[in-house]
T-cell receptor
Framework: DIQMTQSPSSLSASVGDRVTITCRASQSISNYLTWYQHKAGKAPKLLIYTASSLQSGVPSRFSGSGSGTEFTLTISSLQPEDFAAYYC?????????FGGGTKVEIK | EVQLLESGGGLVQPGGSLRLSCAASGLTFSSHAMSWVRQAPGKGLEWVSGISGSGDNTYYAGSVRGRFTISRDNFKNTLYLQMNSLRAEDTAVYYCAKDDGIAVTGTLDYRGQGTLVTVSS
């Protein structure tokens, strides 16, 4: 199975801050990577697919980059509604695997 | 609008069984692979199982293979997860999600609130 490692596991930031989350795969997955936002009690929300493609309806302050084994999710200017957990997930092979998550909290 | 409504969760004893359902609307159900993903209390997301649009191909995480069975009824627009030999570590909120296409690609669109499964004596 492909192991996905996210860092940091949590971070504190202020509204307006630029936030970067890193995800590393245990082997090359090309660009087969998705990012999700998850708020407690709600369905996870697809943000980015194929590493850098923005899902329809997702604000442009979210962006993704990377290929191979290293990927990043960037929020260019953190908004109040962005405080949530973020997960990367590889779609290169089954079983699909997620990173451990990054909880973005209010500073 | 696409809607996915999970149901069937509840409290079950270790070793017991439960069947989850996911009723889909607002989409051509048979054109989409589907998956189950779970989140244990205080933990992250874990993919559990996936099934192709036709139902011919099924896939499982190692942690549930041999105990869980995924299936679908394309006439009823419903996805199922039969869970047998349940363990405490299966306690989680279970979400169903639709895939991008007819095969399991892993690009998942979640629409439901999930259903809570608690395995405890």
């Amino acid at each position: 199975d492909i192991q996905m490692t996210q860092s940091p596991s949590s971070l504190s930031a202020s509204v307006g801050d630029r936030v970067t989350i890193t995800c590393r795969a245990s082997q090359s997955i090309s660009n087969y990577l998705t990012w999700y936002q998850h708020k407690a009690g709600k369905a996870p929300k697809l943000l980015i697919y194929t590493a850098s493609s923005l899902q329809s309806g997702v604000p442009s302050r979210f962006s993704g980059s990377g290929s191979g084994t290293e990927f990043t999710l960037t929020i260019s200017s953190l908004q109040p509604e962005d405080f949530a957990a973020y997960y990367c997930q590889q779609t290169y092979s089954i079983p699909l695997t997620f990173g451990g998550g990054t909880k973005v909290e209010i500073k | 609008e696409v809607q996915l409504l999970e149901s069937g969760g509840g409290l079950v004893q270790p070793g017991g069984s439960l069947r989850l359902s996911c009723a889909a609307s607002g989409l051509t159900f048979s054109s989409h692979a589907m998956s189950w993903v779970r989140q244990a209390p205080g933990k992250g997301l874990e993919w559990v199982s996936g099934i192709s649009g036709s139902g011919d191909n099924t896939y499982y995480a190692g942690s549930v293979r041999g105990r869980f069975t995924i299936s679908r009824d394309n006439f009823k627009n419903t996805l199922y997860l039969q869970m047998n030999s349940l363990r405490a570590e299966d306690t989680a909120v279970y979400y169903c999600a639709k895939d991008d296409g007819i095969a399991v690609t892993g690009t998942l669109d979640y629409r439901g609130q999930g259903t809570l499964v608690t395995v405890s004596s």
